[in-house]
């Protein structure tokens, strides 16, 4: 019997819009209690999720075979851009092990001058996000040397931790080696360069204008000069153990040109990569297969400095396969979502209110801000949002870059001001400053929303799609 003559003889239900809600329901009642309680991992909770969306399907008379279908066609559109995050943990591996990020790191550090604690804490904590790719692992050193600092002269810490945390979390956003931002293209299907050329519309005048008012607050706390012990010994260490020449440079230039002359993404950073693993043999001593471990695990530095050894051991392709699971498991829901036209009627009743430029940027914001708040959880307030709003974009001619800033900004840096989620709870136990203490301080993670509702109203940089294939640079 053919699927015809089944489906004819056993009709289809038509589920209701409660009916095609109940994933979403139960969704965000096993994050918000599985993760955001118990602290089980989210890949585990979305196959759950995928998996009582499928008996669902079943019910209303679907086959396994159209939601297999709909699983597969959903992850093919995100390979692209989980094979550039894939490349991400080749570049960091290689990048540390020739010496670029620690070089960019210790002339950060040597360059800033710490007269103006506010400024100086932001924009280094940015610098060395940006470098690391790493949020939690500039707060967890740079951000307690920080906090030590402003012990020191008596300034209140929750202004200085709202530094930290919002200059870590601009760095984050803007590095090409952050799995958040390599994350946030593959939810909305567009690619990571043009996402993040595109975010900075919007997060630099954030990022500008919450220095401008560090700049100010921080002229009533003095102008004292302060060497920290740990920012000392971090960049004594790094001398150390690590040769610097101009030339470890390169690696970072290759990939600034190849986005600059949109050349394929995924070459560069191979290209990229293969020069940084030379000039670590030729700079560093590294033998191939300290190289080759780097790239595959994860660079892991053992100079004898806990602060240093927690910065720079990361990367490697290993260290991307939680989020691509994450991202794996949440396709795979949002594939039968859709093979199941439960996606589809959600989305005519949001598009009853989603019409206009400026209310589908509300409601991305809404929906982001309202699954961080649910799950706790940076991956999973993109992921969502990005998945279920993505054929609104599509259908209203609006580019998916506009989706992927959105989401980030108004989803994963929304996610450290939340005291029960892990970055919040990771934060408060790292620097030991309460999340309410530094959330009204962290002037970029919320200034950035309400620009993105600004330009939502006006349309500025709210750019137009231009191609079928937006996960190619110059979409």
């Given at each position: 019997?053919?699927?015809?003559?089944?489906?004819?003889?056993?009709?289809?239900?038509?589920?209701?819009?409660?009916?095609?809600?109940?994933?979403?329901?139960?969704?965000?009642?096993l994050?918000?209690?599985?993760?955001?309680?118990?602290?089980?991992?989210?890949?585990?909770?979305?196959?759950?999720?995928?998996?009582?969306?499928?008996?669902?399907?079943?019910?209303?008379?679907f086959?396994?075979?159209?939601?297999?279908r709909?699983?597969?066609?959903?992850?093919?559109?995100?390979?692209?851009?989980?094979?550039?995050?894939?490349?991400?943990?080749?570049?960091?591996?290689?990048?540390?092990?020739?010496?670029?990020?620690?070089?960019?790191?210790?002339?950060?550090?040597?360059?800033?001058?710490?007269?103006l604690?506010?400024?100086?804490?932001?924009?280094?904590?940015?610098?060395?996000?940006?470098?690391?790719?790493?949020?939690?692992?500039?707060?967890?050193?740079?951000?307690?040397?920080?906090?030590?600092?402003?012990?020191?002269?008596?300034?209140?810490l929750?202004?200085?931790?709202?530094?930290?945390?919002?200059?870590?979390?601009?760095?984050?956003?803007?590095?090409?080696?952050?799995?958040?931002?390599?994350?946030?293209?593959?939810?909305?299907?567009?690619?990571?360069?043009?996402?993040?050329?595109?975010?900075?519309w919007?997060?630099?005048?954030?990022?500008?204008?919450?220095?401008?008012?560090?700049?100010?607050?921080?002229?009533?706390?003095?102008?004292?000069?302060?060497?920290s012990?740990?920012?000392?010994l971090?960049?004594?260490?790094?001398?150390?153990?690590?040769?610097?020449?101009?030339?470890?440079?390169?690696?970072?230039?290759?990939?600034?040109?190849?986005?600059?002359?949109?050349?394929?993404?995924?070459?560069?950073?191979?290209?990229?990569?293969?020069t940084?693993?030379?000039?670590?043999?030729?700079?560093?001593?590294?033998?191939?297969?300290?190289?080759?471990?780097?790239?595959?695990?994860?660079?892991?530095?053992?100079?004898?400095?806990?602060?240093?050894?927690?910065?720079?051991?990361?990367?490697?392709?290993?260290?991307m396969?939680?989020?691509?699971?994450?991202?794996?498991?949440?396709?795979?829901?949002?594939?039968?979502?859709?093979?199941?036209?439960?996606?589809?009627?959600?989305?005519?009743?949001?598009?009853?209110?989603?019409?206009?430029?400026?209310?589908?940027?509300?409601?991305?914001?809404?929906?982001?801000?309202?699954?961080?708040?649910?799950?706790?959880?940076?991956?999973?307030?993109?992921i969502?949002?990005?998945?279920?709003?993505?054929?609104?974009?599509?259908?209203?001619?609006l580019?998916?870059?506009?989706?992927?800033?959105?989401?980030?900004?108004?989803?994963?840096?929304?996610?450290?001001?939340?005291?029960?989620?892990?970055?919040?709870?990771?934060?408060?136990?790292?620097?030991?400053?309460?999340?309410?203490?530094?959330?009204?301080?962290?002037?970029?993670?919320?200034?950035?929303?309400?620009?993105?509702?600004?330009?939502?109203?006006?349309?500025?940089?709210?750019?137009?799609?231009?191609?079928?294939?937006?996960?190619?640079?110059?979409?």
């Amino acid at each position: 019997m053919n699927q015809s003559t089944e489906s004819k003889k056993y009709p289809r239900k038509q589920p209701s819009f409660f009916v095609a809600l109940i994933p979403l329901i139960v969704m965000g009642i096993l994050l918000g209690v599985g993760y955001g309680i118990y602290h089980i991992r989210p890949q585990v909770l979305l196959v759950t999720a995928a998996f009582i969306t499928g008996c669902l399907g079943i019910f209303l008379r679907f086959t396994w075979q159209e939601m297999e279908r709909g699983i597969v066609n959903s992850i093919h559109k995100a390979m692209p851009a989980i094979l550039i995050m894939l490349c991400v943990g080749i570049l960091i591996g290689s990048w540390i092990a020739s010496g670029t990020i620690p070089m960019i790191i210790y002339y950060g550090l040597k360059l800033i001058s710490p007269k103006l604690f506010l400024v100086t804490a932001c924009f280094v904590c940015s610098i060395t996000s940006i470098a690391t790719g790493t949020s939690w692992g500039t707060i967890g050193t740079l951000g307690v040397a920080f906090i030590g600092i402003a012990m020191g002269l008596g300034i209140p810490l929750g202004p200085a931790a709202g530094a930290i945390v919002a200059g870590a979390y601009f760095g984050d956003k803007m590095s090409p080696f952050s799995d958040v931002t390599n994350l946030a293209p593959v939810a909305a299907g567009s690619n990571l360069f043009d996402h993040i050329k595109h975010m900075l519309w919007s997060a630099t005048p954030a990022w500008i204008i919450g220095l401008i008012i560090y700049f100010f607050i921080g002229l009533k706390y003095g102008a004292n000069t302060v060497e920290s012990q740990t920012t000392i010994l971090i960049t004594q260490t790094l001398k150390e153990h690590f040769h610097f020449n101009i030339l470890l440079l390169v690696p970072m230039v290759i990939v600034f040109y190849f986005a600059a002359t949109k050349k394929p993404t995924i070459p560069g950073m191979l290209v990229s990569s293969i020069t940084a693993s030379i000039l670590a043999i030729i700079f560093q001593k590294a033998s191939i297969t300290e190289i080759a471990t780097a790239v595959n695990t994860g660079y892991q530095a053992n100079t004898g400095v806990e602060a240093v050894d927690q910065l720079i051991s990361r990367g490697g392709m290993m260290s991307m396969m939680e989020t691509q699971l994450v991202a794996f498991t949440a396709f795979a829901f949002g594939g039968i979502m859709q093979s199941t036209g439960l996606l589809s009627i959600i989305l005519d009743k949001v598009m009853k209110f989603a019409n206009k430029v400026w209310s589908i940027v509300i409601t991305t914001i809404v929906t982001s801000i309202t699954t961080a708040l649910i799950t706790g959880s940076s991956y999973l307030s993109m992921i969502i949002p990005g998945e279920l709003l993505s054929p609104i974009y599509k259908k209203k001619g609006l580019a998916a870059k506009n989706l992927s800033r959105i989401i980030e900004e108004s989803g994963a840096i929304i996610v450290p001001l939340i005291p029960w989620s892990m970055a919040g709870v990771y934060i408060t136990g790292t620097i030991g400053v309460s999340t309410f203490s530094y959330l009204p301080w962290a002037f970029m993670n919320y200034i950035s929303v309400i620009i993105l509702a600004i330009y939502g109203f006006t349309k500025f940089t709210m750019a137009p799609k231009i191609r079928e294939d937006e996960t190619q640079i110059g979409s």
